[in-house]
């Protein structure tokens, strides 16, 4: 059976202590939430404190982006070695802000999933299309090329100890959501890749979630589609409340 994984991408919001109080209310209202992996992505200058908030409590902690170096001359990063110091369970890699602001690619992305995998960390790989992608015919070469450049190299056993993020970039902080059907149809044909290279009984192993304006308004939609098994959150994150809206509608799903 999938996971259902609900994340919040806190992105470039919230001070630590405003981070610290966000984390312990998310704290409070998941502690009857089961059958549902809940985990929250604050800045990294808030994540050891967050860490501690979460310690022992049914919440994971991630990380919005790594890099795939030990350690060195990399000004304004920090490593996967960091990371796993302080209990992150879950790093965001190939966000589309990472991808068209700061020059994220498909072979970083893939340097950062195994990076991150070594340490025993699970990658949400972020992967979506553009609107002028997708008016242009070109959703499902983009998609490919993504998918194949994010697991090149990963073996199966690789591939289970991955989470995807279908998020399209004309859904992203706009507003407008995938409708359920085309949400569904992406999440399909993601999984009809990983089939591809992985067979069938990984691909449906693999938890897929969607991303982009997602809510408590429109989650169980989402949420009940057949491939859709969860979701990064971003503006709907930032408020413990409709966060845990979203997930409350996820709680029995199973897929
Ligand atoms: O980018 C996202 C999560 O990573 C989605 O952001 P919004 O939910 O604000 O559209």
Not at 7 to 28: R, Y
């Amino acid at each position: 059976m999938r996971k259902i994984v609900i994340a919040g991408n806190w992105k470039m919001n919230k001070t630590v202590a405003e981070s610290v109080k966000l984390a312990a209310d998310v704290v409070a209202a998941a502690k009857d939430i089961k059958n549902v992996v809940v985990a929250i992505a604050p800045t990294y200058l808030a994540l050891a404190k967050v860490a501690e908030v979460v310690k022992g409590s049914n919440v994971k902690l991630a990380a919005q982006d790594v890099h795939w170096e030990n350690q060195g001359a990399f000004t304004g990063k920090v490593s996967a070695d960091m990371l796993k110091e302080i209990g992150v369970d879950f790093v965001i890699i190939g966000h589309s802000e990472q991808r068209s602001y700061f020059g994220e690619t498909d072979e970083t992305v893939n340097k950062k999933v195994k990076k991150v995998q070594s340490l025993d960390m699970t990658p949400i790989i972020c992967i979506g299309e553009t609107l002028a992608e997708r008016q242009g015919g070109q959703l499902e070469s983009v998609l490919t090329t993504q998918v194949n450049g994010a697991y090149a190299g990963l073996s199966a056993d690789d591939a289970l100890r991955t989470v995807i993020a279908y998020e399209p970039v004309w859904a992203i902080g706009t507003g407008v959501t995938a409708s359920d059907d085309e949400a569904q149809q992406a999440h399909a044909f993601v999984r009809g890749l990983l089939a591809q290279r992985y067979g069938e009984n990984v691909a449906e192993s693999i938890s897929i979630q969607y991303g982009g304006s997602m809510k408590p308004e429109n989650a169980a939609g989402l949420l009940a589609q057949k491939d859709i098994d969860g979701g990064l959150i971003g503006g709907a994150a930032l408020k413990a409340d409709s966060f845990l809206g979203i997930i409350t509608p996820g709680e029995s799903i199973g897929k």
